[in-house]
Structure formats: structure tokens, C-alpha cells
């Protein structure tokens, strides 16, 4: 089946710092990937996702690059703010087979520092 | 647009009290509806799926149920609360059929006390 795998947090940042949260998964065919932002007791938020190889998504500085070789989707930000803390999701969704239940991945924990 | 409503947004409830949140969404039709639970960690538990009116899928066997009376309603329930019971508990809603991102509810807060 599906599964996704994140680095483990919490990652702690001084502002201003570079921001890579690892991600890979195990699909079979061409799913369509997600990261997910969850400010503290809030619901779950799309932050950028890519529906097909070599894609790039991008939102509020953030990116990924779908990368089917290495079958990873990391999550990067040049320059992290303090309002950027938060818990990250990554997702996918669909591939072959045509599930059409998302599995995340456990989340990472973001820290930033003033 | 759309908008997903969940109510309440915080409760506080006696073990072996019953159990009902609710999920509503707007501005779409035939959604495919989760309930999702959060327990303190972050991590995200499927608790059930629907893809229409009266069809209920459950990931998790426990003692809660679910149901889907209206095309934009879906109910989480429980007879008895267990202590195992608290948590955050998520409702979400994504286009039939596709694999489209999932749009979230602001969650309800419950615990079991």
C-alpha cells in the first residue's frame, strides 16, 4: 500500500535560516502530493502540492519539487519567519490502484526562533 | 466558495456520556467526507470515509460511529465515551472521485474526563 515517511522534529530554526523537511513515499503509478500546514489548534491547511513529475509547487515561499527518481517531495523555504511555526504534513494522494484515501505522513514540528 | 463547518468547537465530557459532533460543508455537492482523529503527537488517524449519502467506510474498529444522513452532513457518535476517546477530532471534505486536496474543518477539542 501506500505510505508516507517525514523526517522527525521538531526542527528548530532561527529566523531568517534556510527550512528543508525531507519527505518520500511509496506508491505505485503517479499519485498527486501534498504538504499540509497546521497552525496550533487549528485545522489543516493545503500549503502547496504537484499533481505530476518533475512539477514544482510553490506558496507563501514554500516549495517542493516532485521528484518521481528518487520518489521524495521536500519541503524548502530560503528565509523562515517566526509566524511559520507550525506542524507539516505531507500527503499523497491516488497513484495506481485509484485509492482515493490521502495518507500522510506523521507530521514535522516546526520551531522558529526569533 | 466552500466552507466546512464543524460544531462544537470545544467539549468536555464524562466517561460513558454519549458523543455527537458534527460537519457540515457548503458550496459543493456530493463531496467525499473524513473524520479524522488527532490524539496529542500530531499524527492523523483515518476514523471513517464517506462517499455518499448513507455509505460509511470505517478504518478503525472502536466505539464510535458514523453517519451521513444529508449529502452535506456528516455526524461522528458514541454511546460511551472511554477516557481513549479524547483528542482532536478533525472533519475534512475533497471532490468525488479525483485526487484533489482535502479541505479541513477548524476541529473540535473533546475531553474525556
Known amino acids: 500500500g501506500n505510505s508516507v515517511t517525514q523526517m522527525e522534529g521538531p526542527v528548530t530554526l532561527s529566523e531568517e535560516a534556510f527550512l528543508t523537511i525531507n519527505c518520500t513515499y511509496t506508491?505505485?503509478?503517479?499519485?498527486?502530493l501534498f504538504w499540509y500546514v497546521q497552525y496550533p489548534g487549528e485545522g489543516l491547511q493545503l500549503l502547496l502540492k504537484?499533481?505530476?513529475?518533475?512539477d514544482k509547487g510553490s506558496n507563501k515561499g514554500f516549495e517542493a519539487t516532485y521528484r518521481k527518481e528518487t520518489t521524495s517531495f521536500h519541503l524548502e523555504k530560503g528565509s523562515v519567519q517566526v509566524s511559520d511555526s507550525a506542524v507539516y504534513f505531507c500527503?499523497?494522494?491516488?497513484?495506481?490502484?485509484?485509492?482515493?484515501?490521502?495518507?500522510f505522513g506523521r507530521g514535522t514540528s516546526l520551531i522558529v526562533h526569533p | 466558495s466552500q466552507t466546512i463547518h464543524q460544531w462544537p468547537a470545544t467539549l468536555v465530557q464524562p466517561v460513558g456520556s454519549p458523543l455527537s459532533l458534527e460537519c457540515t460543508v457548503e458550496?459543493?455537492?456530493?463531496?467525499?467526507l473524513y473524520w479524522y482523529r488527532q490524539a496529542a503527537g500530531r499524527g492523523l488517524q483515518l476514523l471513517f470515509y464517506?462517499?455518499?449519502?448513507?455509505?460509511i467506510s470505517s478504518e478503525v474498529p472502536q466505539n464510535l460511529s458514523a453517519s451521513r444522513p444529508q449529502d452535506r452532513q456528516f455526524i461522528l457518535s458514541s454511546k460511551k465515551l472511554l477516557l481513549s476517546d479524547s483528542g482532536f477530532y478533525l472533519c475534512?471534505?475533497?471532490?468525488?472521485?479525483?485526487?484533489?486536496?482535502?479541505?479541513f474543518g477548524p476541529g473540535t477539542r473533546l475531553t474525556v474526563t
Open positions: 504537484a499533481t505530476k513529475a518533475d
Open positions: 475534512a471534505w475533497k471532490k468525488t472521485g479525483g485526487v484533489d486536496e482535502q479541505y
Open positions: 464517506s462517499v455518499g449519502i448513507g455509505q
Open positions: 458550496g459543493t455537492s456530493n463531496p467525499n
Open positions: 500527503a499523497l494522494s491516488g497513484g495506481t490502484g485509484g485509492s482515493y484515501i490521502p495518507t
Open positions: 506508491a505505485t503509478g503517479y499519485p498527486s
